[in-house]
């Protein structure tokens, strides 16, 4: 399925994104600063449309002045920006200190302590300025940049109606939209540093700044349970800080610099002690990527509106985590600290995707299957061939795009429906045909041939054969991918059943919803039809030059692919375009007369109704034993490789 091949040389890197990439990084930051300031709603929509509009521009624009392969530097040598950032740190160690003391949260206060002691020493020893600053940019860099500025540009500008209706429906909660979107924006913005950022001090920074926009927006409601759900995650995630502390002080003391691109470098010059600032950085991002045993947080944060959903807990904040693991990938090749980190993500993808299978909740599906990608994204890179890295990256891309359109579709089902189990979805192709066939879409970009998702599955796959202990990981892959079949197929099975009696409620949904979730639906076909020219452009040329060889799908199947996606959109479109007023029948019941809302006398005159609904299996996959069972596994594996990571350190 794959072939493995040097690629040509590549264009020169052209000098614009010396200003792009400080302008991704401080440009939404201003805006949610005049977010913050910005009085009216018709202000409130004009910002945020230009907004995202120029991000949008802007990170679509570096793709075609950044270097075919290899890395770029930008040094930055305004010497006070890295003390402003430390002291924002303090300030914001101070200000979850005071939200934990208010909501009686001591473990909270606890751990925020340790990390701003840790980040203290860390300042303190001054071993850490023997490297001047600077930002970077290569094609994975350019990948989540663009995964950032498009698809979270699009999910702002979804915000806008959302949260109008959010607000009429629940009239109970204070409306806080000011803060909403400033918080989105900066949000965005410390995402662009994270992903250009070389100064490992620079990458934590941002790095914090993601963990506290996603704790304030999870705690939007300010319900009880939304803040207990945002302290979990503040929890969690602070446990993957500390840990990140502790990387910045160890890698101080062996290489002072701070350099993220330089762990891999000790390497390959020799000094295995980099393994250990490596394992740190590895935790934080499992943490930060909600795998087992910390995925409690992710599945609490569905508490939060939809589009945060979609925007921190599905295609982008989640895959800061899963980015900093791919990044420090040829670091763990070969170790066995790399295999327990992708034994953890293996266990936590086929234990995920089997959760899924027993839950009815929309928005819960969604987000064990979110976590369960994210284990395979993991598996992939803590084995990190050369392959493998291919096939993560395919994963994140295609997950990324896929996702976000789902998540938002159920944002808008929910809001006209006036639920969001899957049971209430029945006939959703005949009351909502249009929200109908975009969810149809991204669910068959979750699992069906030819979609990319699945395809990055088959890589996978072929690739773990080779792999150390390969298969095991090819019995987890097969079975976890198995297993998503029947969740996908099940809730798709839902959306296009036929009711007799069906009312068309797609009516008064808004523009900047349709617009976002048009865009989504093309977004997701086009990576599909595209996905060979993403990979020679993109994939390839990094993992090119990190491995020195890369791979690609062989022509034969690329040639099948299209004709496959071909086939499976003649169905839903033509639905979806060529619909005619039709007489919609009851359904044959053997001979037995029925009425057009499905009663029907059965044996001994007794009146019966019809009715459809999935196998959840609840005893087979319960959400509690399976979650229970992961959380001791993965556990035991992350003490073993703390255990293993400890005697390289000592």
Avoid at 170 to 197: A, E, Q
Avoid at 376 to 393: D, P
Avoid at 574 to 580: A, I, N, Q, V
Wanted: hydrophobic share 55%.
């Amino acid at each position: 399925m794959i072939n493995n091949d040097k690629k040509p040389d590549f264009h020169p890197f052209e000098g614009e994104s010396l200003i792009t990439l400080p302008f991704l990084i401080l440009f939404p930051a201003a805006i949610a600063l005049i977010l913050l300031l910005v009085p009216g709603d018709s202000w409130r929509r004009l910002v945020v449309q230009a907004g995202a509009l120029i991000i949008g521009i802007a990170s679509f624009y570096l793709l075609f002045i950044t270097p075919g392969a290899g890395q770029e530097f930008f040094p930055v040598t305004v010497e006070w920006v890295t003390t402003l950032m430390f002291i924002a740190e303090m300030i914001i160690a101070v200000f979850l200190i005071y939200l934990g003391i208010k909501h009686r949260k001591y473990l909270a206060i606890f751990l925020v302590v340790a990390q701003a002691a840790l980040l203290l020493f860390f300042e303190s020893t001054g071993s850490h300025g023997a490297h001047v600053p600077d930002l970077f940019i290569d094609q994975l860099s350019l990948i989540m940049a663009l995964i950032i500025g498009i698809i979270g540009s699009l999910i702002c500008v979804y915000a806008l109606g959302y949260m109008a209706t959010f607000h009429q429906q629940h009239p109970d909660v204070k409306d806080r939209r000011r803060t909403f979107f400033f918080l989105v924006f900066i949000f965005l913005s410390s995402m662009f540093g994270l992903v250009f950022s070389n100064y490992l001090p620079w990458v934590f920074f941002f790095w914090e700044l993601t963990t506290l926009c996603s704790f304030l927006l999870i705690g939007y409601s300010g319900t009880g349970e939304a803040i207990n759900n945002s302290f979990l995650a503040l929890n969690m995630n602070l446990l993957g800080g500390i840990a990140f502390a502790g990387a910045l002080i160890y890698l101080a003391i062996i290489s002072p610099g701070g350099n993220l691109l330089a762990i891999s470098t000790l390497i390959q010059s020799g000094h295995a002690v980099a393994l250990v600032p490596a394992v740190l950085i590895a935790f934080a991002g499992i943490t930060k990527s909600a795998l087992m045993p910390f995925s409690a947080w992710l599945v609490g944060a569905m508490v939060a509106p939809t589009p945060v959903s979609a925007l921190l807990h599905s295609s982008t904040m989640v895959k800061a985590g899963v980015y900093i693991i791919v990044r420090l990938s040829p670091v763990m090749t070969g170790t066995m600290e790399g295999l327990i980190i992708a034994l953890v993500g293996g266990f936590t993808f086929l234990l995920a995707s089997a959760i899924a299978i027993s839950q009815s909740n929309a928005k819960k599906v969604l987000a064990y299957s979110t976590i369960a990608n994210l284990g395979l994204i993991v598996a992939c890179a803590g084995v990190g061939t050369y392959k493998l890295v291919w096939a993560a990256i395919m994963l994140i891309i295609f997950h990324a795009i896929a996702k976000s359109l789902l998540f938002l579709c159920v944002g808008t089902v929910e809001h006209r429906i006036g639920s969001r189990d899957i049971e209430d979805m029945t006939g959703l192709i005949v009351r909502m045909p249009r929200i109908g066939v975009m969810m149809l879409v991204g669910i068959a970009g979750m699992f069906l041939a030819p979609f990319g998702m699945l395809i990055s599955k088959w890589a996978a796959i072929e690739a773990f054969i080779d792999a150390p202990f390969g298969l095991l990981f090819v019995a987890i892959l097969a079975f976890g991918g198995s297993i998503t079949v029947f969740f996908w197929s099940k809730w798709m099975g839902k959306i296009i059943s036929v009711c007799p009696v069906a009312e068309l409620v797609e009516n008064r949904i808004s523009r900047e919803k349709w617009i976002v979730l048009s865009l989504l639906t093309a977004m997701t076909v086009f990576v599909c039809l595209a996905f060979p020219v993403i990979s020679s452009h993109l994939v390839e040329p990094f993992v090119l030059s990190v491995y020195g060889q890369t791979a690609r799908l062989s022509q034969d199947n690329i040639i099948i692919m299209a004709m496959m996606l071909f086939l499976l959109m003649i169905m839903p479109f033509s639905l979806l375009w060529f619909r005619k007023e039709k007489n919609i029948v009851p359904p044959y019941m053997a001979g037995r007369p029925a009425t057009p809302d499905l009663h029907f006398l059965g044996s001994m005159g007794v009146q019966r109704q019809v009715g459809l609904a999935n196998y959840y299996l609840e005893d087979v996959f319960g959400e509690r034993r399976l979650f229970m069972a992961g959380t001791a596994l993965c556990f035991g594996l992350i003490l073993l490789m703390g255990t293993l990571t400890a005697g390289v350190a000592l």
